[in-house]
């Protein structure tokens, strides 16, 4: 940035080089940036004052003020793997453009068997898409405990491959072991949850996070 004299004398601001770097800047986020889709539901989680952060690697299961259950990966590929081992156990078949839509979906609250049509279905109708029940959780048809325990064993099987790949290599390994969490809206019966729960307890999956909304310590000056 250089100061070019006036016609009156005064030194005046060349600001060119600063519209430049503000293109540059604008350009690189437009390339980087990555747009995540928008949940198909929407919850007020209670709040706390628990400051602990759920990593990026994570299996959630989201239960609405209603009841319905949602279930979601973070790892694409894990997401992916569980979804055809979903496929092989309940003989639904999809596309590889649909298995890589699914890969992009935050969650999902259907039964396998409406599964394909809803992955079809436009992102900005999808909030629309009947029916939307939730995921199936009883004793006749437990699609929530398969989406958990296939779900969960592919994320872990990736992380530990992950971990042995960089330490054979000498390199270091910086990524969190996957970890498991609930969300629920503050009006969320707790008949709801405590459902959830014995899911991942029958699957001997004791550490869980629940997720709160942040509220302001009251000890604190």
Request: net charge positive.
């Amino acid at each position: 940035m250089s100061k070019k004299p006036s016609k009156g004398g005064a030194p005046s601001l060349d600001m060119t080089p600063m519209v430049d770097l503000a293109f540059l800047l604008v350009t690189f986020f437009m390339l980087t940036a990555s747009f995540r889709m928008a949940e198909p539901v929407t919850v007020d989680p209670p709040s706390s004052i628990g400051q602990i952060t759920l990593p990026d690697n994570h299996i959630m299961v989201t239960v609405d003020k209603d009841g319905r259950l949602f279930f979601g990966i973070s790892n694409a590929a894990a997401k992916t793997a569980a979804l055809r081992r979903m496929s092989d156990k309940y003989k639904v078949s999809f596309s590889e453009e649909q298995v890589k839509k699914f890969s992009g979906l935050p969650s999902i609250g259907v039964e396998v068997k409406d599964l394909p049509r809803y992955i079809d279905t436009p992102e900005n109708q999808r909030s629309n898409f009947k029916p939307q029940k939730g995921i199936p959780l009883d004793s006749l048809n437990n699609q929530l405990r398969d989406w958990i325990s296939f779900g969960g064993a592919e994320a872990v099987k990736i992380y530990n491959e992950a971990k042995e790949k960089a330490k054979a290599s000498n390199q270091e390994f910086k990524s969190e072991k996957p970890r498991y969490a609930i969300k629920c809206d503050s009006k969320t019966k707790y008949l709801f949850v405590k459902d959830i729960v014995k899911v991942f307890t029958d699957l001997k999956i004791y550490q869980f996070n629940l997720i709160t909304g942040l509220e302001a310590n009251p000890n604190a000056e």
